[in-house]
């Protein structure tokens, strides 16, 4: 079967759905893992952090260290996660965009230590930070076969690899 590219006026595929930002937090609620995007002197960094919903806000725990400290600076942070729905056949994409603040309160760090943070690295991560929405948006698009990425020139043969 051969799909058609289609796009729309932005160059985004109309079958794009923009989620709701209840719907994304639905989601964040099930998901593990995210890319937190962070500032680092001149350059973005990002790094991969097992997090949890908790009020309204994402926490994850971390060690002292660039992720820390760039989190915790000036900036704003970003974490992105997303995930396939094997049912629908669709992937879903959801970013939440705000400040990040580390959890100091004794009540906050006791509530905290409840949540099902589990990083994947050993060692010490006793940082819990807590990020604070500015923005959370999320889409939804059908997964489609690799077939719609083929090219004709993928099939030309060509000088084997040194």
Request: aromatic share 8%; charged share 25%; glycine share 8%.
């Amino acid at each position: 079967m051969t799909q058609r590219r289609t796009e729309g006026a932005e160059g985004a595929s109309p079958e794009v759905e923009k989620l709701t930002e209840q719907h994304c937090w639905e989601l964040l609620r099930h998901a593990e893992i995210g890319r937190l995007a962070v500032w680092v002197e001149n350059h973005p960094e990002i790094f991969p952090v097992n997090f949890a919903v908790d009020q309204g806000a994402l926490i994850f725990r971390t060690a002292e260290g660039t992720k820390a400290s760039a989190a915790l600076g000036d900036s704003a942070v970003a974490l992105e996660t997303d995930g396939p729905d094997a049912e629908s056949g669709t992937a879903w994409s959801v970013v939440v965009k705000g400040r990040a603040e580390q959890i100091t309160e004794t009540a906050d760090l006791m509530d905290t230590v409840r949540l099902p943070l589990f990083p994947w690295q050993g060692g010490e991560k006793g940082k819990f930070i807590r990020i604070v929405p500015t923005e959370v948006t999320g889409r939804r698009f059908p997964i489609v076969s690799p077939e719609w990425w083929r090219t004709p020139l993928q099939d030309v043969p060509h000088a084997a690899e040194e």
